[in-house]
């Protein structure tokens, strides 16, 4: 089944690779979506996939890379759209 989250990462989250480290494990798990940085410091990261694998996704944002630290992940869940591929902005 597929879905879609919408996740805000707050904490150490910009400037730490935490973009990229989702968009290399989603494209690895074949999941689509986007990350971006927000003004107010967030990270919004949109997944969209195979159930599992969003899950798992979440799951290791809530860690993140070695160097963000992760102090609160809010997570929505939306209506999937059909995404391909998976894009940071």
Same mark, same amino acid.
């Given at each position: ?9 707050? &904490? ?13 494990? %989603?494209?690895?798990?074949?999941? %689509? ?5 927000? %003004?107010? &410091?967030? !990270?919004? !990261? $949109?997944?969209?996939?195979?159930? =599992? %694998? !969003?899950?798992?996704?979440? =799951? ?5 890379? &070695? ?13 999937? =759209? ?5 894009? $940071? &902005?």
């Amino acid at each position: 089944m597929t879905i879609r989250k919408r996740v805000r990462a707050a &904490g150490r989250v910009q400037g730490v690779f935490f973009r990229d480290s989702v968009r290399r494990a %989603a494209v690895a798990a074949g999941v %689509a979506g986007s990350a971006e940085n927000l %003004a107010d &410091g967030t !990270v919004e !990261v $949109v997944l969209e996939g195979p159930d =599992e %694998a !969003v899950e798992r996704l979440v =799951e290791q944002m809530r860690r993140g890379p &070695g160097h963000a630290v992760v102090n609160r992940l809010d997570v929505e869940d939306e209506e999937p =759209e059909g995404l391909q591929g998976f894009s $940071v &902005g």
